[in-house]
C-alpha cells in the first residue's frame, strides 16, 4: 500500500520577551551558578574606598580587564590593604549590577602576587645582601636605652620630621636632635641619604640615626631598596633605625638597619623610653588577641554558613550591597552636581567683583586727597613765607628803634638827671640843698646838690 504523507503547518514558534531586569537577572543566575568560587590574577586600577566601606577597582592585564567590588564585610579580615599598581589573586563569585547591566566580581579574599620588574630587583638585591650576611642578626646592635643625641636623615619639608619631633619633644624634652635635609624620592635622592648617614657616621656625635620618610608607592619609595642606601646604614658608626612609609611598606633598609620601625612616628617612640611603654605593649597584646579572636569567629560563622544559611545570607548580603553600590553612585554625581553650582557661583562672583571694581570711588576719593594735601602744603609754605617777611621787617624796625634810644646813649657814659619837676637841663633847675635822681646805663643814684 502506497502511504500518504501528512504535513501540517504549525507556524513559527512562540516568542519569549524579557524585560531588561528579568535577562539581567536571569544572565546573573547563570554567572553566579558557572563562576560561584573563581580565583583571578591581575593588576589593580582605579581603587577607590567609598563612604559605606566598600572598594570599588579594576582587575586589569594587557588586554582586558574585569570591574570587581569587595564590600566592606569581606575585606575587613584582610591582612593587606589593597593599592593601585598591586599585582594580586582575587577570590570571589560573578554577579551582574543590574542598574547598568554590568558583571562584576564580588571578591571575598585578595591576595598579593608581586610587583613585576621592580618586586624581581627588590628580591635579588635582597639575596645578594643576604649572601654577604648584612641581614644577619648577630651584627645588629642594640639602641642606647637612653639616648641623649639623635641624628636623622629625612626631608626637611615633609610631614614625617613634624611628626617625629613633636613625639620626640613630648616623650623626652630636652634632647640634641640634628636633621641632615635630603631628597627622598626622584634625582638625586640616593647621594643625599648616603651623605647623611656618612655625615652622622664620621662625626661619632649621635648615639642613634633615624633614617626615613612618609608612606608612598613602591616607585616613591624606591630610593631605600638602593645598595649604597643600604652599604652606607651597615658602615654607619651609630645605630640606624629604619622608618619608612607605612606599616606594610618594607624595604631593603628595613632588613639592614638594627632596628626597623614601622612608621617615622613610631620610630620617635621606639628610640625615646616612655613610661608608657608597658600599658603600649598590653594594649598590642590585646589588639592581637582580639584580631584572633575575631578571624577564628569569622572562619566559625564561615563554617555556619557553609552548613545551611549561606545561600539566604548571601542574597541578602548582595541585596545590601547593590542598594548601598546605588547611594554610592547618587553621592558621586551629588558631589560632581555641588561641585559644578560652586564653580559657576565662584565665577559670578568674580564677574561682579570686576563690575564693582569700574564703578569704585575710592580711586577718585584717593585723587582728590592728593589734591587737597598739595593743596595745603602749598598753603601752609606760603604762610611760613610771609610771616618770614613780616618778622624779617619787624626785625629792622626793632634794631632802628634801638639805635634811637636813650639808654643807648647812657651806655657812652652819659645820665639823666632828674628831680621832682623833671628832667633838669641846667644849673638852675636844681638849686643847692635840692634832691636829685641820677640814672645812669646800669642802675640809678639819688644825690643832694651842695654846690
Not at 645582601?129 to 629625612?154: D, M, N, Q, S, W
Not at 590585646?286 to 569569622?298: D, N, V
Request: hydrophobic share 45%; charged share 30%.
Amino acid at each position: 500500500m502506497e502511504q500518504i504523507g501528512l504535513e501540517f503547518d504549525l507556524g513559527p514558534p512562540p516568542r519569549r520577551v524579557y524585560s531588561v531586569g528579568e535577562l539581567n537577572r536571569a544572565i546573573a543566575a547563570l554567572l553566579g551558578a558557572e563562576f560561584a568560587d573563581v580565583w583571578v590574577s591581575g593588576e589593580i586600577s582605579g581603587l577607590k574606598l567609598a563612604s559605606s566601606g566598600h572598594y570599588y577597582f579594576t582587575l586589569k592585564e594587557a588586554d582586558a580587564q574585569l570591574k570587581c567590588v569587595a564590600f566592606r564585610s569581606s575585606h575587613r579580615y584582610w591582612k593587606f590593604k589593597p593599592q593601585d599598581g598591586l599585582a594580586v589573586l582575587a577570590r570571589g563569585r560573578v554577579d551582574v549590577y543590574e542598574v547598568r547591566g554590568e558583571y562584576q566580581l564580588l571578591v571575598d579574599l585578595m591576595e598579593p602576587q608581586g610587583l613585576g620588574a621592580l618586586q624581581l630587583a627588590f628580591e635579588q638585591l635582597k639575596k645578594k645582601l643576604a649572601a654577604e650576611g648584612l641581614f644577619a642578626a648577630e651584627r645588629k646592635r642594640a639602641l642606647p636605652r637612653f639616648p641623649r643625641r639623635i641624628g636623622i636623615v629625612t626631608s626637611p619639608r615633609g610631614a614625617a620630621i613634624a611628626d617625629m619631633l613633636k613625639i620626640l619633644s613630648r616623650r623626652f624634652p630636652g634632647l640634641h636632635i640634628r636633621v641632615f635635609p635630603a631628597r627622598v624620592q626622584g634625582e638625586g635622592a640616593v647621594e643625599d641619604v648616603c651623605r647623611g648617614i656618612e655625615y652622622f657616621s664620621a662625626s661619632r656625635w649621635p648615639d642613634v640615626v633615624i633614617v626615613g620618610r612618609g608612606g608612598g608607592s613602591l616607585e616613591d619609595l624606591w630610593t631605600f631598596n638602593e645598595e649604597a642606601v643600604a652599604r652606607a646604614i651597615a658602615a654607619c658608626a651609630a645605630p640606624v633605625v629604619s622608618a619608612v612609609g607605612h606599616e606594610t611598606d618594607v624595604t631593603i633598609a628595613d632588613f639592614v638597619a638594627d632596628l626597623r620601625a614601622p612608621t617615622p612616628s613610631a620610630a620617635a617612640e621606639m628610640v625615646v623610653p616612655s613610661r608608657a611603654a608597658l600599658l603600649e605593649r598590653i594594649a598590642s597584646s590585646r589588639a592581637t588577641a582580639a584580631h584572633a579572636l575575631r578571624y577564628r569567629l569569622a572562619m566559625l560563622e564561615r563554617r555556619l554558613r557553609q552548613q545551611g544559611v549561606e545561600r539566604a545570607l548571601g542574597l541578602l548580603q548582595r541585596r545590601v550591597g547593590r542598594g548601598l553600590q546605588r547611594i554610592d553612585e547618587q553621592e558621586y554625581r551629588l558631589r560632581e552636581w555641588v561641585r559644578a553650582a560652586l564653580d559657576w557661583r565662584e565665577r559670578r562672583r568674580r564677574d561682579l567683583d570686576a563690575r564693582l571694581r569700574r564703578f569704585d570711588a575710592r580711586p577718585r576719593l584717593a585723587a582728590s586727597r592728593r589734591r587737597m594735601e598739595t593743596a595745603e602744603t602749598t598753603a601752609t609754605q606760603t604762610m611760613r613765607l610771609a610771616l618770614a617777611r613780616r618778622r624779617s621787617a619787624l626785625e629792622q624796625c626793632v634794631a632802628k628803634l634801638l639805635q634811637l634810644s636813650p639808654l643807648r646813649i647812657l651806655e657812652r657814659g652819659y645820665a639823666i638827671v632828674s628831680n621832682q619837676r623833671g628832667i633838669v637841663k641846667e644849673a638852675a633847675a636844681a638849686p643847692a640843698g635840692s634832691g636829685i635822681h641820677v640814672r645812669l646805663a646800669k642802675g640809678e643814684l639819688d644825690a643832694v646838690v651842695e654846690e
